[in-house]
């Protein structure tokens, strides 16, 4: 990852994340406060977006402070409301006040989802800019989403108003922008993608020791919440399909289910299904060990039924791995079919096994791909690409310079 030259400041940790330390002499920067979920195991996408921004050239431009969101769960859950959920809100917002007193920051940048959880992120955009911030919302939320729906007259209307709080909002995607544009009548959406660390994936070689992977085995990546949502039973409907032509397929499966209940009524599926000595269990992994399930495999799937645009897209392709994933959310903009990978229908086995087969039986193919989203990756997903766009819209509410629309390259 991108890290922080000597001369810069460190951005802050912890529960509180304390005021940044100061280089004695330096001229003053504006202070940023990014609020949103840091890191807490296991990583989702917006952790992983946050800690790629703290470590990234916003470092260098701005003065970093963070408020933590983090519920310290231990798995990638549904978020439900539950009896911690006051006491969460409770404590997260005491800690932005704190930091609104100490800090006196000159931009928020509030980091949300579509949940119910964006009526917290709404209270802390507004506290901010009666604090005196501008305020910038990078909402990592899906136009599929209930609330706030976009969808609805009175959806698109709750969303006008919850997002009248930000002076600027960033979105995952052109399609994005422009839906989510009309559904709250605002022209100065931006959109920035999600980001890859590039350097991790790049470092390591199809040849990095993979103890799960037989001798003969082509590995069929799926990195994700083990959920019917996220398409577990339909990758199961097409195991049988693929190893039936590919016997020496075997399906990769990184991440945990939704509940530890949850955890053998999986497993317990695929065994019933009798594919399961074909499909690897490796649990949540993180860092330069997640990095060797993706340069070991063959291609990801990504069969989920919703999403907006999940980060394992640009880290399978700053891996080098063709894309399989349903064409939804902002993925369409991003995975062009027959040449990034292959765009399925969701809830269709029969297709998702087919386009896995076709790039199994043609090596080529998956090569002249490979080549193709790796040099994508470094032009259009790496940190510093994602975080630029971030930073010309923090200048232009500054009004340091004028923000720039994103050129989309994705379908090129």
Not at 130 to 141: D, E, F, P, Q
Not at 176 to 189: S, V
Not at 287 to 315: H, L
Not at 369 to 381: D, H, N, P, Y
Request: hydrophobic share 45%.
């Amino acid at each position: 990852m991108d890290t922080c030259t000597p001369e810069t400041i460190s951005p802050p940790t912890g529960a509180n994340a304390g005021v940044a330390r100061r280089v004695p002499g330096a001229l003053p920067r504006p202070r940023l406060l990014i609020v949103g979920p840091v890191l807490t195991p296991p990583l989702g996408g917006v952790q992983h977006i946050i800690d790629m921004q703290l470590h990234s050239s916003l470092a260098r431009e701005f003065e970093l402070h963070v408020v933590d969101t983090s519920k310290r769960q231990l798995r990638w859950a549904v978020e439900n409301p539950t009896w911690e959920t006051p006491l969460n809100f409770v404590r997260h917002f005491s800690r932005l006040v704190r930091q609104l007193i100490r800090v006196r920051p000159d931009v928020a940048l509030v980091h949300a989802s579509s949940s119910l959880s964006f009526l917290r992120d709404w209270v802390f955009m507004a506290t901010a800019r009666l604090a005196g911030a501008k305020v910038i919302c990078h909402y990592h939320g899906a136009l599929y989403a209930r609330f706030p729906s976009g969808e609805t007259r009175s959806g698109r209307a709750i969303g006008r108003l919850l997002m009248s709080a930000a002076q600027r909002v960033i979105v995952l995607g052109p399609t994005y922008q422009q839906e989510m544009g009309r559904a709250w009548k605002r022209d100065d959406l931006v959109w920035a993608p999600n980001m890859a660390d590039i350097g991790l994936f790049r470092d390591m070689s199809g040849e990095t020791p993979a103890p799960w992977l037989p001798r003969g085995d082509r590995a069929v990546l799926f990195v994700g919440r083990l959920s019917a949502p996220k398409g577990i039973y339909d990758l199961f409907d097409a195991v049988p399909r693929v190893i039936e032509r590919h016997p020496e397929a075997r399906f990769v499966l990184v991440g945990v289910a939704e509940s530890d209940a949850m955890e053998p009524v999986i497993r317990a599926e695929a065994e019933g299904r009798g594919i399961a000595p074909r499909i690897t269990f490796l649990g949540s992994l993180e860092g330069r060990n997640k990095a060797a399930a993706f340069v070991t495999s063959q291609m990801i799937v990504v069969p989920s039924w919703t999403e907006g645009f999940p980060i394992v897209i640009p880290e399978a392709m700053a891996a080098g791995l063709p894309v399989i994933a349903t064409a939804v959310g902002a993925i369409p903009d991003f995975v062009k079919d027959g040449e990034d990978g292959f765009l399925i229908a969701p809830k269709d086995p029969r297709m998702l096994a087919d386009r896995i087969c076709r790039l199994l039986d043609d090596e080529g193919l998956r090569r002249r791909i490979s080549e193709r989203v790796r040099a994508r990756a470094l032009r259009e997903f790496a940190i510093e690409v994602g975080c630029g766009k971030v930073k010309e819209v923090i200048n232009d509410v500054l009004g340091s310079t004028p923000t720039t629309i994103p050129e989309f390259r994705g379908r090129r």
